[in-house]
């Protein structure tokens, strides 16, 4: 697989991250403090791959369309994680992935990756 095409390839600043999974960037850095995103780091700045925007508007989709609170969001991510659940069999899986494509934007341009707004 290509490097460009890597969903974990760190690659939008704070401020991409945020427009593409349309939210404010301080949501991000609460989804961080809260153990919830891990994005990687490049001299102090915050970088997020394709697969962090998306865990967003997956934890969007429980909060918003579940009434999940972000306790109960960390308890199921990491029971995602450790393959105990998946979001998708826990919740119908059709509405999630409409969920998390429907709030999709247009994919960003070579040009304004890596980019501060």
Known sequence: ???????????YFISIAAE???????????YEEEGLLCPQRRNNLRLYSEADIRRVRIIRFLTRRQGVNLAGVKVI?????????????????????????EDAP????????????
Request: charged share 30%.
């Open 1 to 11: 697989m290509s490097s460009l095409r890597d969903p974990q390839r760190p690659r």
């Open 20 to 30: 593409l999974a349309q939210v404010h960037p301080r949501t991000l850095r609460i």
């Open 106 to 117: 247009e994919p960003v341009s070579a040009s304004t990756e890596g980019t501060r707004s």
């Open 77 to 101: 991510l990491q029971l995602e994680a450790l393959g105990k659940i998946r979001v998708y069999d826990l919740f119908d899986g059709d509405d999630v992935e409409r969920y998390v494509e």
